[in-house]
């Protein structure tokens, strides 16, 4: 069975739910992972829940590395930790 194109599965906790409902990641070539909060960005993108833990999980997971291909540092996975809890904050 094909799957949604709306489904994206965690980098962290590796469940599937609606991307719009996710936080994106986009890549591109020869530039540091970042949040596009607005999920237009060009690039690859990876999808997180809207949590830091999710965040901290993938970080553990090395997600980032393995759906982008490449090595991710530590400091990125920091940033994204404290921009998605700044997101988190704004919602509840
Ligand atoms: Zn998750």
Known sequence: MALPNW????????????????????????????????????????????NSQCVMLARKKRGLERSFRCSVDDQIYEKLIQQVSAVENRKS
Do not use: S
């Open 7 to 50: 489904y994206r599965r965690c980098i962290g906790c590796g469940e599937g739910r609606d991307k719009r409902k996710m936080l994106r990641i986009v890549k591109n070539k020869g530039q540091a992972p970042e949040l596009d909060l607005q999920q237009k960005k060009p690039g690859r993108g990876a999808y997180v829940c809207p």
